[in-house]
């Protein structure tokens, strides 16, 4: 039987080399990647196609050949459609061992940097803002998927990855073994995706309440009650129409910003005199997630998760307005504040630590320790200072990237 890789071509020189003749459970792991990989029914591991540190690391799962190719169609369509999911790299299929007896087909996706599984986060030093910034995150990303007439079939803590966005947490979805698109997404089967949802993190936060390990206090059904009312939320407030008050000049403005505050760009709205009422019916008909990361990346060329981007964009406008007499257009001061405030900022953190946290979350955690410093001492103690305090007392207890690195 003859050894098949399909996938990515400049990924997979990379992938070749990886010992396909051994099963996957005698695969040697680095320790620190081994913690940062969730529970699966399936067996997994995390690699590192060379010894080099900075190499890419994968994830790589054995299913079954049917599986694996259909898992890998998936999500190289949500990929297309930049929805929050892993990258699909490639299938490799006839394995067999030293022996000649087979091996499971195996489906090779590219890790996701700085993400988290769920019992990291949970087992971890937490507040109940953390988890309901989790619940938040989770419910985005199943609306995100929904928008895009996709039913995931499996929506669960274990399918999800976690990653630090400014206060809260961005979701990712690491698998889609069981999702499918549809033309139409019916509400019968969001509801059934809200089902499957609602018992699968109730049954995760259980199995972790008897570990001893949860949240003291949490209670694993109001939780998993939370993720479905924010989804509801969410999803009524991008697909229901609202009436508003046709002599408030500035009703459909604010609108529009709720929208904007969720995440959402409005690519098309409808706005109609309702009959009845005589109230301005104003009804969203095509909204796209990625609202601030879009602004960012056009002002400045900067890749974040939206959360970030909405929090340097309020540094921005902040030094913007301080600079109002100029000139300069946005997208010139724009320049200017990413040459002048960001990166000298960035810069100041050591470069043996520098991949500990993602650099937006990085500036916005330093943002963050400049407000608390401030209030400690009754004055602005400038962002200089406060990102060497962060470097000093923060920075050093901080793992996101699971590397350990040392500070020298």
Not at 8 to 15: N, P, S, T
């Amino acid at each position: 039987m003859a050894l098949r890789i399909t996938g990515l071509g400049e990924e997979i020189a990379a992938v070749t080399g990886l010992p396909w003749q051994q099963s996957l459970e005698e695969w040697p792991e680095d320790p620190a990647l081994a913690e940062k990989r969730g529970i699966s029914r399936h067996v997994v591991r995390l690699v590192r196609a060379t010894t080099d540190a900075d190499a890419p690391v994968y994830a790589v799962k054995e299913t079954v050949s049917e599986f694996a190719n259909r898992e890998y169609k998936v999500l190289r369509e949500l990929t297309s459609l930049n929805a929050p999911c892993v990258e699909q790299i490639a299938v490799v299929e006839g394995r067999t061992d030293s022996a000649g007896e087979e091996l499971p087909c195996a489906i090779v996706t590219r890790f996701l940097p700085y993400s988290l599984p769920y019992r990291v986060l949970l087992s971890g030093s937490v507040t109940a803002h953390d988890i309901n910034t989790m619940a938040n995150a989770l419910a985005l990303l199943l609306v995100r998927l929904h928008l895009l007439g996709f039913w995931w079939g499996d929506c669960s803590l274990s399918n999800t990855l976690f990653r630090r966005d400014a206060e809260g947490f961005a979701a990712y979805l690491v698998d889609a073994e069981t999702g499918e698109f549809q033309k139409t997404l019916s509400d019968g089967q969001r509801e059934h995706d809200l089902d499957i949802a609602m018992f699968n993190v109730a049954a995760e936060l259980e199995d972790l309440r008897l570990s001893g390990v949860l949240y003291p206090g949490m209670d694993p059904v109001r939780a998993a009650e939370a993720v479905i009312r924010r989804y509801r939320r969410i999803w009524s407030a991008l697909k229901e129409r609202q009436l508003l008050d046709p002599k408030d000049r500035h009703a459909v403005e604010r609108a529009m910003r709720q929208l904007h505050d969720l995440g959402f760009a409005v690519e098309e709205v409808s706005i109609t005199i309702d009959g009845d009422t005589q109230l301005l019916s104003f009804q969203p008909r095509l909204v796209a997630a990625g609202y601030h990361t879009q602004r960012l990346r056009e002002l400045m060329g900067i890749e974040t998760e939206e959360l970030q981007a909405k929090r340097l964009l309020a540094s921005f406008d902040r030094y913007r307005a301080r600079h109002e007499n100029t000139a300069m257009s946005v997208t010139e001061m724009a320049k200017v504040w990413f040459l002048e405030v960001f990166e000298p900022i960035i810069n100041r953190v050591p470069e043996q630590m520098r991949g500990r946290v993602e650099r937006a979350q990085m500036f916005h955690e330093i943002l963050e320790n400049r407000w608390y410093l401030s209030e400690q001492k009754g004055t602005d103690v400038g962002l200089e200072f406060a990102a060497d305090n962060y470097v000093e007392e923060i920075l050093p207890h901080r793992r996101d990237s699971g590397v350990d690195l040392i500070a020298q």
